[in-house]
């Protein structure tokens, strides 16, 4: 069976509403002709080569990816370029590319940070930083482990469910320090350093942590941080958002998840 992208994509903004996003972000339809039909489509994180290379190989007739490929404005695609070049890939072998990038960091129930806590088992989770007049929809999550438990074992716990990469995750604060309310937030996440304090979480889970704020949080009462990699605190929501769309399309599309890392990181030398 198929279905005429434009009805993917009316799936994919009702659930990852476009209003959500951030001014700056560059959101929905990059390449691709509404008017064709969709039978398969592919969730990435990264709308990189290697993923490209699977949708083609895959006969995939959309690819969604959290990442935008074009966050800063382009005049031209040419296939000389790197970017340009998956464009020109894309669109010979007859595939859209769509992107779901803050305003599904945002959505409530499949969002990105809905699904980062979910995977860590966390309980009432409620966005950290709500979106005014959207109910359930904001910026990361807070909630509660079933039962508290020490620093140690929360981060091994969730570097087990998280996908595994060359830096692993980074922890700063005292090991057995005792962890009940956690506050997550899928990729760059140090904004909400103050907000998470302020709602009393015991431990802050997000990517890209800068030095001196982490030090600087250190030397002050507040939650501990555990620092994964970007990509790593996004994959979750690959298969809840493949699953939503197929279940919202009554199985009229085919829908799978890029199961390589696209992490840039690929090794690390020295051990911490």
Not at 139 to 165: D, M, N
Not at 216 to 228: H, I, Q, S
Request: overall charge negative.
């Amino acid at each position: 069976m198929t279905v005429q992208l434009r009805t993917v994509l009316a799936a994919l903004d009702a659930r990852y509403d476009p209003a959500l996003a951030e001014s700056w972000d560059a959101v929905g339809l990059v390449c691709g002709d509404p008017d064709e039909e969709v039978r398969r489509v592919l969730f990435a994180v990264d709308p990189a080569a290697a993923v490209v290379d699977e949708v083609i190989a895959t006969g995939a007739q959309l690819l969604v990816t959290h990442h935008p490929l074009f966050l800063t404005p382009v005049h031209g695609v040419p296939a000389d370029d790197a970017k340009g070049r998956l464009v020109h890939r894309l669109v010979r072998a007859g595939a859209a590319l769509f992107v779901a990038h803050t305003n599904a960091d945002r959505a409530p129930g499949c969002g990105v940070n809905a699904a980062l806590a979910d995977v860590l088992g966390l309980l009432d989770a409620v966005p950290l930083e709500p979106v005014a007049g959207s109910p359930g929809a904001g910026l990361g999550r807070i909630g509660r482990l079933p039962e508290a438990v020490p620093l140690r074992r929360f981060a091994e716990h969730a570097a087990a469910v998280l996908p595994p990469t060359a830096g692993g995750l980074r922890v700063a604060g005292d090991p057995d320090r005792e962890v009940r309310t956690v506050a997550v937030c899928g990729g760059s996440g140090g904004s909400l350093l103050g907000a998470a304090a302020a709602a009393g979480a015991d431990v802050l889970l997000t990517s890209d942590l800068k030095h001196h704020p982490v030090a600087d949080a250190a030397e002050v009462p507040g939650p501990a941080l555990c620092d994964v990699a970007h990509a790593a605190s996004e994959w979750p929501w690959l298969p809840v958002a493949a699953e939503v769309l197929r279940r919202d399309l009554d199985d009229r599309v085919e829908t799978a998840v890029f199961s390589r890392s696209t992490d840039p990181w690929v090794f690390r030398a020295g051990q911490g």
